[in-house]
Every structure is written in C-alpha cells, then in structure tokens.
C-alpha cells in the first residue's frame, strides 16, 4: 500500500518542491544598490521628461555637466570592459 502511495503522490510532491524551489528564487543577477548612477529613479521610470530640467545653466555648471557625463560614461564603458572579459 505505501509503494502505491509513493508511486502516485511522488511525483505530484517532486514537482511541487521544484515548483515552490524555482519561484522562491531570483533572477541570479544581485539587486543594483539605490545610489547607483546607472539607476533611474522610481519617478522617472514612467515618463523621463518629467525629470529633465529645462532651465539656464547657471555659471560653470554646464562645463561641469559636460565634465561628469564624460566621467561616468568612461566608468560605464570600463565597467563593460571588466565584465566582458577584457
């Protein structure tokens, strides 16, 4: 009687832990922290124009916008390098 049982609910129970074991976990890929420069904010996720400003420059900060731009776009592309392989 309990080879019967096995025979029939075994397979229903394995399925069911790979099942639960499968959805429990992530995608594999660690979470990206808040305060990282590559991450949008929630906000600005649905409609990025709400979060562009559209004002003057004031004195200096459009060299130090163009500056920091080119500062993270190079940490960007070393940073695609290293997981690359290169």
Do not use: H, W
Request: net charge positive; aromatic share 6%.
């Amino acid at each position: 009687m309990s080879i019967q049982f096995f025979g029939r609910y075994g397979a229903v129970l394995c399925l069911a832990a790979l099942v639960s074991a499968c959805s429990s976990t992530g995608s594999g890929k660690p979470e990206r922290q808040a305060s990282s420069p590559s991450r949008v904010s929630a906000e600005c996720k649905p409609s990025r124009s709400k979060c562009l400003y559209e004002g003057a420059y004031e004195s200096g900060e459009r060299d130090y916008a163009e500056e920091e731009a080119k500062r993270l776009n190079l940490a960007e592309v070393e940073r695609l390098r290293r997981s690359m392989g290169r």
